[in-house]
C-alpha cells in the first residue's frame, strides 16, 4: 500500500517542486525587471519613507517584499508576521490593489512557500524509499 502511494506520490512532488521554482523565478524576474517600482508607488511600505528602495540591504529589501505578499494574502491576520505586515500597511486595502501588481508577489512568496512544502514531502517520501 505505501509503496503504490510512494509510487506515484514522488514524482508529483517533484513536479510540484520544480513548478514553484519556474513560478517563483518567472514572477521574481518580472516583479524585479518591470513592476518593483508600481508596486513600491501602490503598497508605500513606511520603511521607503526612512531610505530610498536602493540604499536597503537586500535582506530589508526582501521584507518589504514579504510585507507586500503577507497584506495582499492574509489582510485580517492579526498573527506573528503577516498581523505586524497588516499593522504596518493598513492603510492598503487589498481588494483595491490591481492583478498587475498583485500576482509577482503572489507567485513569488507562494512559490517560494509552497515549494518548501513540497521540497519537505520530496525528501520525507525519498527517505520512505530508501528504507524499504
Known amino acids: 500500500m505505501l509503496e503504490t502511494f510512494v509510487l506515484y506520490a514522488l514524482p508529483f512532488t517533484f513536479t510540484l517542486l520544480a513548478a514553484c521554482a519556474l513560478t517563483a523565478l518567472v514572477s521574481g524576474l518580472v516583479l ?3 513592476r518593483l517600482r508600481r508596486t513600491n508607488e501602490v503598497m508605500q511600505h513606511p520603511y521607503l519613507k526612512q531610505l530610498p528602495w536602493e540604499r536597503l540591504p537586500i535582506s530589508i ?9 503577507l497584506r495582499l ?8 508576521v503577516a498581523g505586524t505586515a497588516n499593522r504596518l500597511l493598513a492603510h492598503i486595502q487589498p481588494a483595491d490593489v490591481s492583478s498587475r501588481v ?3 508577489l503572489i507567485g513569488l512568496w507562494g512559490g517560494c512557500f509552497l515549494g518548501i512544502i513540497a ?3 520530496l525528501w520525507s517520501l525519498i527517505l520512505l524509499t530508501m528504507n524499504s
Open 61 to 69: 529589501r526582501a521584507a518589504i517584499l514579504l510585507d507586500y505578499f
Open 32 to 34: 524585479l525587471l518591470f
Open 102 to 104: 498583485k500576482w509577482p
Open 119 to 121: 521540497m519537505l514531502m
Open 73 to 80: 494574502s492574509f489582510p485580517n491576520s492579526k498573527f506573528w
